[in-house]
Each structure stands twice: as C-alpha cells, then as structure tokens.
C-alpha cells in the first residue's frame, strides 16, 4: 500500500482494542511470527485491562485510518533511586511504511512520555543481524553489549 497521507502517533487507552488488535497484526507481519502476535490473542477485556495499565504504553503510528506500526512498553518503576526506566518490548513498522520516520517519530513520542513520567532512561534490545533496527538505535543512543537469558517460569 502507498503512503497517501501523514502519519499520526497516538497513545492507546483502554477504549482502543480494536488498534491494538491492529498493532499486533503489524507485530506479527513484521517480525514473521503469527504463532506469538495472533495464534491464541487476548480478548477484548484483557486487552482493556492491559491498556488500562499505567505501567503499560501503547503507541500507534496511524495512517488513513491503519495502523502502520507502533510500540509496546512498560514502565518499570526502580527499587534502588526513587525513579523508572522505560523498557521498548516491540517495536515494528509495516515494511510499506519503512524508510519514513516512523519508528523515530514513535520514539520521539516515547520519549515525550518518558519524560513526563520522570523516568530516567528508555532502553531496547535488537537481535544481532537486525542491521536496520541496531542503525536506528545506535543513532539514538548509547549501544552496551549484554547477554540476554530465558529463564522460564515453571
């Protein structure tokens, strides 16, 4: 699909199923994993439930009415300063709608909201061989080198 107009970035709140339903979708095309994004999805309770979750942020990058990408967040509130970081669970543009700004214009926003928030950092991971998305962070921010462990909870 063409861009045929400007993109918006929204924050999602608990009446907004229906885009986070839509930003899954955008999630799971965009990091080719249905089995995770859209094989057992919450329903809409939960999802209200979620979005209405202070420590959760939903962004939507939306264009002509479709979800074009977005980010999943948390704030994560710290134990050891009265402070919080900000944590990018995901984050995914439409392969139609790369190359424009819109993954910087959802952090610019994030970014916005962290700041309102008082947290103190934002942070991410990206895979190693995401070449574009290790590009964009590294313009946006200081790159550490850590290992990451699934531990798993039963």
Not at 8 to 34: H, K
Not at 99 to 127: H, M, N, P
């Amino acid at each position: 699909m063409p861009a045929t107009g400007p993109v918006t970035i929204r924050s999602l709140a608990a009446g907004d199923s229906a885009l986070m339903d839509a930003l899954r979708a955008v999630f799971s095309e965009a990091f080719e994993d249905p089995e995770t994004y859209a094989a057992a999805p919450p329903g809409p309770e939960y999802t209200a439930r979620l979005l209405r979750n202070d420590l959760f942020i939903a962004l939507v990058a939306i264009e002509d009415d479709t979800v074009v990408g977005g980010i999943a967040a948390y704030e994560l509130p710290k134990f050891e300063q009265e402070r919080s970081e900000i944590y990018i669970y995901d984050l995914a543009v439409a392969e139609t709608h790369r190359r424009r700004g819109i993954a910087t214009e959802l952090i610019a926003k994030l970014k916005e909201i962290a700041s309102a928030r008082d947290a103190w950092v934002i942070y991410v991971q990206a895979d190693q061989g995401d070449d574009p998305a290790i590009a964009l962070y590294s313009n946006l921010g200081r790159r550490e080198d850590v290992l990451h462990f699934d531990i798993p909870a039963s």
